[in-house]
Every structure is written in C-alpha cells, then in structure tokens.
C-alpha cells in the first residue's frame, strides 16, 4: 500500500490521480492540441526479437554507452535492446528540467545532456519489472505527464506532444509486460513517493504554519513526499524498500508507519537535533522558490522541446 496522502489544501501538484478523479475533469479545452493527428505505432515483441543481437543494435547501445564515458555503467549486454530514446522533462525536486532518456528491453536509463546528442553525465539506471506507470491528467497548461514510479525513486515527466507521451507510454509499458512474462524477474510491491516540488510548497504541508526561508528550511517526508518543516519532521524511520537506514519521515507518516510495522523500524535525532543516520545533506534548501514556478518550467521546458524539436523520440524498428 502507497502511504496515505493527505490532502493539504495548498498542494497543487497533483502526485498521482485519484480514483475519483475521473469522470470529473472540469478543463473543457479540447485534449488533443498537438497539429499531427496522433498515430501512436504500438510496440511489438517482433521489433525487440529481431533487434536482439544484432549489429545495428549493438552499434546504437555501444553509443549510448560512449555519450556517458567512463562514469557511466556498461550497457552491452547479452540480450539487451535499445527500444528508443528521447528528451523528457523531469520534475527535479527545485524545478523541471530536461533529461536524456534512454528505454531498452529491461532497464530505463537517463542522465543529464551536457551536449545534446554527444555528451550525458550523471546516469541513472531503474531496472524495469520495478517500474510502474501512472498517467497524470492534463491540468491548465502543465500537460501530457505521467509518473515513473519505482521502489527507490519516483518522479514526474513531461513529453512535449500528447502523441510522444503515448509512444513512450506504450513503450515502457510494453517492455515492463514482456520483462515480466519472461517469469524471472518479479514487478515491485512498493514504490517511493513522488517528492512535491519545492516550489509548490510556500509553507509547510503540516502544519500550515510555517513559511519557508533561508532559516526555516524545506524538508521532504521520504513516505508521502511531502514539503514539511523541521518541527513537524523530527523523526526519521526504516523503510526497507527506500533505504538501509532510517530516513525523514514527516510526524503523520511516523505515527502511521509505527502503528503499522511496531516501533523497531524507529529512530530518532541524537542530542544536536541532527538526524543521526540515513538522511542526506541534499534535504536542506538554499534558495527560495516562489509558489508556482515550478508548473509555468514545464509549460517553458516542453514547449521549448516541442519547438526546437529535440524532444521528439525515437523508438527503433529495425
Ligand atoms: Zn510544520
Ligand atoms: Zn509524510
């Protein structure tokens, strides 16, 4: 079971659709803005099939790899398939930024462009049959996102067209079934938490109270994602499937969590008021972000994609 959201009267960003959601939709704009008509081509296993081993294939992942030097991971591996690759918008916890993404047959890999098309830095591997879809409904302008959710991290993209979110949808999905139904590898029970945006959050998703500034600064509840201060964060609590040690956990989720699993998974700040384990020094903000920046970034970063064309994706056929 996710950890239950609860539902602070300023949060904005969305982290998932609800299930009520649907059928409500009060945006009347028409849906499909994108000039092409969408003629999204479903995957099939046949591509991968005839890809697997073969030269081409092997030529464009040996790329892939040399686009991230020496710091990256080896990609060539028996068996493995480049199925497409493209530019998204990822929701970063400060504010969206574009990403090079990279789909093969069994992991998503995606990294920072440091020279469009030549140069990727800081890769990140999610292996697939832990990776679960959830599509996240256009709201105003912010539109055609989805949530990649995993066991260790979970975040929102934003392909440009409606039409690209589709194709790599259908993709991921695709890839995620047929890794699975191989029978060896088992699909994830419990996935992380969407972070909310610093940006969404001008006070403390807690208490209400609290207004954020270089003093009073933003924390995220590793369990529910949520922007709390630091009084209503003092614990932190083992989550087995997020970290070996314990990690900040807002007061709500520690209450839920203990009643829930029992108190061993527990653990408190030492006498400095410092968490004693498992907490990163990236949980501390220094800038101050204003309200709403974060959703007018992706409207400018995809739009940007969409005019320079560089977010349009690739999915390879043969
Ligand atoms: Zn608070
Ligand atoms: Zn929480």
Redesign the pocket.
Known sequence: MPPVQNSAAMVKFRVGPKSTDVGVEKNTVTQNPDPKPATVRTPSKKMVDRLVNSEVNHRRVANVEQCFGKAGQQLNTFGRVLVGEGVLVKMCRKKPKQRQFFLFNDILVYGNIVFPKKRYNKQRLLPLESVKLEDLPDEGTVKNGWIIRTPTKSFAVYAATSTEKKEWMLHIERCVTDLLEKGNKRPAKEHAAVWVPDGEAAR?M??G??AFNLVQRRHHCRACGHV??G??SSHTYKIDTLHKKPVRVCDACFDRLTKQHGASNMDVRDSTGVLSSGDSSSDSEDDVVTPSESRNDVVKETNEMKESQTGEPTFYRE
Request: proline share 0%; with cysteine; hydrophobic share 35%.
């Open positions: 403390c807690a208490c109270r609290t709390v201060c009084a209503c």
